[in-house]
């Protein structure tokens, strides 16, 4: 005998209109593992924003407002990248869901788990030519991890058990599981609501019930993967490849043998035994000329496995590798171009393999030795990369053993080789630099500012795309005044403070900067400083656009104001600009040059303005985080036309390095 299934139900809103109770039951789905989400206003998206409020009341989640839908996005972008959890950004129907696919797109070659939530017209309204009403199931197809509709009239409610897989709150807990899976990413919810989307008035003996429909935030305890410390530990430290030899394995590519029995830790009995036969059956690393190229959001593992390897790091600024105290080398782009002769580019020939940790995207020094015909170059790829083109001649690997067997051990002198030639290119740049503003009567450069920012804030720091990042790559010494102080090896936590450089490497566009330092900033609870263009923050304006009901972010926006596109000039077009007749089209196509008075934009938006005209204003401006709260605008001007006469200079110099 059998018996049909009742829905199973944990609370009772069957009184209200059902454009709420669906919004109610993705909220539940979403609270499982989210604690931000950012809603722009819509009238079809309503039901969304009524369920978030009482969510938000219950302290299931925290809710952004903002006006403008792609800095909506880019703000939960930032939340999340922070964060490395889900977050979600809520629009209405038509152009508005449109104005998410930049930020969709970045998240997608980050891999950043932002969810896209976009209220639809229902069905029959499709084709009718109804207002605001597009077809907006797949529109974010290649550029998403999954995607679900939940039509309402369709989407079951009230579950069958805990576990029935098509409850809708169901369905949208398995979908921010996809997003934060081995292969991270965005993912779309698309939901159809039908009139009525203003909540009902509940009767008196409803409204007890009403406040029990919220769930807590959970999010998972993280589990050791790959590439993590803790794997690193299990797999290579603990003997699984290289054994237990010490911290320093570049020894035994000139013959060091392991450490004497007196000499090891004692009291680990049978482990120690076991360790041994480990290292004794376990493969040997070959010495070989290896470095490790370390772009954005690369791998820690990677970067402790070079170290216990002895090989170089060349480390972009978002890699989280390039801190002074990790060995990173100082002025790598400038040994990697060096003239042919010199001995930083004989060093650099002498490069037999490359590790590629993250995603390099920065210099094309860095690509030409990748594609080396001379170099053997793999991917450290532990999850999967929506960017990684697997056509590609270079090889993936997905676990660290693997990694230390293609790298090797480095040979003696090979890391102190190229610490001792970054330092010698580290006092060329700064040579140049200083020779730049002796030039300029004093008048700052924008590669200066970027230099002095990166070396100087204490809060966790975005970079600008374009020419910003690029600056801070070639000439900052992250952690020089902590090295300069208290020489010797030191923890970068205990330095500073927790900081970290954030990029969006995905695909590099100047959109939405301002917008993600805000979201940082939110997720963070700190104050954060954002370094970019001109043209960057003026792409970005309406992240300055904060409702009066709204928590305004902590952000220090620092403006290198150059009036204009300076990356073009350092590019082919640079050379185009200085043929005769050339120098006009350029400026205007590329260079497209502005006036706009960042002062009065700053006024109307209701911030707080700094000018700095020197190195020493500027500090003052970043300096006092503690007197500061909401959003400040430092203006830095500098002469962009100086800047190719300078890489020039540079270049010359590096004949003797």
């Given at each position: 005998?059998?018996?049909?299934?009742?829905?199973f139900?944990?609370?009772?809103d069957?009184y209200?209109v059902e454009?709420?109770?669906l919004?109610?039951?993705?909220?539940?789905?979403?609270?499982?593992?989210?604690?931000?989400?950012v809603l722009?206003?819509g009238s079809?998206?309503?039901?969304?924003?009524y369920?978030?409020r009482e969510?938000?009341?219950l302290?299931?989640i925290?809710?952004?407002?903002?006006?403008?839908e792609r800095?909506?996005?880019?703000?939960?972008?930032g939340?999340?990248?922070?964060?490395?959890?889900?977050?979600?950004?809520?629009?209405t129907?038509?152009?508005?869901?449109?104005n998410l696919?930049?930020?969709?797109?970045e998240?997608?070659?980050?891999g950043?788990?932002l969810?896209?939530?976009?209220?639809?017209?229902?069905?029959?309204?499709?084709?009718?030519?109804a207002?605001?009403?597009?077809?907006?199931?797949?529109?974010f197809a290649?550029?998403?991890?999954?995607e679900i509709?939940?039509?309402?009239?369709e989407?079951?409610?009230e579950?069958?058990?805990?576990?029935?897989?098509?409850a809708?709150?169901?369905?949208?807990?398995?979908?921010?599981r996809?997003?934060t899976g081995s292969?991270?990413g965005?993912?779309h919810?698309?939901?159809?609501f039908?009139?009525?989307l203003?909540?009902s008035?509940?009767?008196?003996?409803?409204?007890?019930?009403?406040q029990?429909?919220?769930r807590?935030p959970?999010?998972?305890?993280?589990?050791?993967?790959?590439?993590s410390?803790?794997?690193l530990r299990?797999?290579?430290?603990?003997g699984?490849?290289?054994g237990?030899?010490?911290?320093?394995?570049?020894a035994s590519?000139?013959?060091?043998?392991?450490?004497?029995?007196?000499d090891?830790?004692?009291?680990?009995?049978?482990?120690?035994?076991?360790?041994?036969a480990?290292?004794?059956?376990?493969p040997?690393?070959?010495?070989?000329?290896t470095?490790?190229?370390?772009?954005?959001?690369?791998?820690?593992g990677?970067r402790?496995l070079a170290?216990r390897l002895?090989?170089?790091?060349?480390?972009?600024?978002?890699?989280?590798?390039r801190?002074?105290?990790?060995g990173a080398i100082q002025?790598?782009?400038?040994?990697?171009?060096?003239?042919?002769?010199?001995?930083?580019?004989?060093?650099?020939?002498?490069?037999?393999?490359?590790v590629v940790a993250?995603?390099?995207t920065?210099?094309?020094?860095?690509?030409?030795?990748?594609?080396?015909?001379?170099?053997?170059a793999?991917?450290?790829?532990p999850?999967?990369?929506?960017w990684f083109?697997?056509?590609?001649?270079?090889?993936?690997l997905?676990?660290?053993p693997?990694?230390?067997?293609?790298?090797?051990?480095?040979p003696?002198?090979?890391?102190?080789?190229?610490?001792?030639?970054?330092?010698a290119?580290?006092?060329?740049?700064?040579a140049a630099?200083?020779?730049q503003?002796?030039l300029?009567?004093?008048?700052?450069?924008?590669?200066?500012?970027?230099?002095?920012?990166?070396?100087?804030?204490?809060t966790?720091?975005?970079?600008?795309?374009?020419?910003?990042?690029r600056?801070?790559?070639l000439?900052?010494?992250l952690?020089r005044?902590?090295?300069e102080?208290?020489?010797?090896?030191?923890?970068?936590?205990?330095?500073?403070?927790?900081?970290?450089?954030?990029?969006m490497r995905?695909?590099?566009?100047?959109?939405?900067?301002?917008?993600?330092a805000s979201g940082?900033?939110?997720?963070?609870?700190?104050?954060?400083?954002?370094l970019v263009?001109?043209?960057?923050?003026?792409?970005d304006?309406?992240?300055?656009?904060v409702?009066?009901t709204e928590?305004?972010?902590d952000?220090?926006?620092?403006?290198v104001?150059?009036?204009?596109?300076a990356?073009?000039?350092?590019l082919?077009?640079?050379?185009?600009?200085?043929?005769?007749?050339?120098?006009e089209?350029?400026?205007r196509f590329f260079?497209?040059?502005q006036?706009?008075?960042?002062e009065?934009?700053a006024?109307?938006?209701?911030?707080?303005y700094?000018?700095?005209?020197?190195?020493?204003t500027?500090g003052?401006g970043?300096?006092?985080l503690?007197?500061?709260?909401?959003?400040?605008?430092i203006?830095v001007?500098?002469?962009?036309?100086?800047l190719?006469?300078?890489?020039a200079?540079?270049?010359?110099?590096?004949?003797?390095?």
């Amino acid at each position: 005998m059998t018996t049909s299934r009742r829905p199973f139900r944990e609370f009772d809103d069957s009184y209200d209109v059902e454009s709420l109770r669906l919004a109610r039951r993705v909220i539940r789905g979403l609270t499982m593992s989210m604690r931000h989400i950012v809603l722009a206003p819509g009238s079809r998206s309503a039901p969304m924003a009524y369920a978030l409020r009482e969510a938000e009341e219950l302290g299931a989640i925290t809710v952004h407002v903002r006006i403008d839908e792609r800095s909506a996005a880019f703000t939960a972008l930032g939340i999340a990248l922070a964060t490395k959890s889900p977050a979600g950004v809520v629009t209405t129907s038509g152009t508005a869901a449109g104005n998410l696919l930049p930020a969709m797109m970045e998240a997608d070659l980050s891999g950043v788990p932002l969810v896209a939530i976009t209220a639809d017209r229902p069905e029959e309204l499709h084709g009718t030519g109804a207002n605001q009403t597009a077809w907006q199931q797949g529109m974010f197809a290649g550029r998403v991890r999954d995607e679900i509709h939940l039509e309402q009239g369709e989407a079951r409610l009230e579950p069958e058990s805990r576990d029935d897989m098509l409850a809708a709150e169901t369905q949208v807990g398995l979908l921010l599981r996809v997003a934060t899976g081995s292969s991270p990413g965005p993912v779309h919810l698309n939901i159809g609501f039908r009139d009525p989307l203003v909540p009902s008035e509940p009767a008196a003996a409803h409204q007890p019930g009403a406040q029990r429909w919220a769930r807590t935030p959970f999010v998972p305890r993280r589990v050791s993967g790959a590439g993590s410390p803790e794997q690193l530990r299990a797999e290579i430290i603990g003997g699984e490849i290289l054994g237990d030899r010490g911290a320093d394995l570049s020894a035994s590519a000139s013959g060091a043998g392991e450490p004497a029995a007196a000499d090891r830790p004692q009291g680990e009995g049978d482990a120690q035994a076991r360790d041994q036969a480990r290292a004794e059956s376990a493969p040997q690393l070959t010495p070989r000329r290896t470095v490790f190229v370390m772009g954005a959001e690369a791998p820690a593992g990677a970067r402790e496995l070079a170290r216990r390897l002895g090989h170089p790091l060349l480390a972009e600024p978002s890699s989280d590798a390039r801190w002074s105290d990790l060995g990173a080398i100082q002025g790598y782009r400038l040994i990697l171009q060096a003239p042919e002769g010199s001995p930083a580019s004989e060093l650099a020939g002498s490069i037999e393999r490359v590790v590629v940790a993250g995603r390099p995207t920065l210099t094309r020094p860095v690509q030409q030795l990748i594609n080396r015909a001379d170099v053997e170059a793999v991917q450290y790829a532990p999850g999967g990369e929506a960017w990684f083109d697997h056509r590609l001649a270079r090889r993936r690997l997905a676990d660290l053993p693997s990694i230390a067997l293609f790298a090797g051990v480095a040979p003696a002198g090979w890391q102190d080789a190229w610490t001792e030639r970054g330092l010698a290119a580290q006092r060329l740049i700064d040579a140049a630099l200083t020779e730049q503003e002796t030039l300029a009567q004093g008048e700052l450069s924008s590669v200066r500012v970027a230099q002095f920012v990166a070396e100087t804030v204490k809060t966790p720091l975005l970079l600008g795309s374009s020419s910003v990042i690029r600056d801070v790559d070639l000439a900052a010494v992250l952690n020089r005044s902590v090295l300069e102080s208290e020489p010797g090896p030191r923890s970068r936590a205990a330095d500073d403070g927790g900081r970290r450089v954030y990029a969006m490497r995905g695909l590099a566009g100047i959109d939405g900067n301002l917008s993600a330092a805000s979201g940082i900033a939110l997720a963070r609870n700190t104050r954060v400083t954002a370094l970019v263009g001109d043209l960057t923050f003026l792409h970005d304006v309406n992240a300055l656009l904060v409702p009066a009901t709204e928590r305004e972010p902590d952000l220090d926006i620092v403006v290198v104001n150059d009036s204009g596109g300076a990356i073009f000039d350092q590019l082919e077009h640079g050379a185009v600009g200085r043929r005769e007749g050339q120098a006009e089209t350029v400026e205007r196509f590329f260079g497209t040059p502005q006036t706009v008075d960042i002062e009065a934009l700053a006024d109307a938006y209701g911030h707080e303005y700094h000018f700095a005209d020197d190195l020493e204003t500027l500090g003052e401006g970043l300096s006092g985080l503690g007197d500061r709260i909401g959003i400040r605008i430092i203006e830095v001007r500098t002469d962009r036309t100086v800047l190719r006469d300078f890489h020039a200079r540079l270049r010359a110099a590096a004949e003797h390095l």
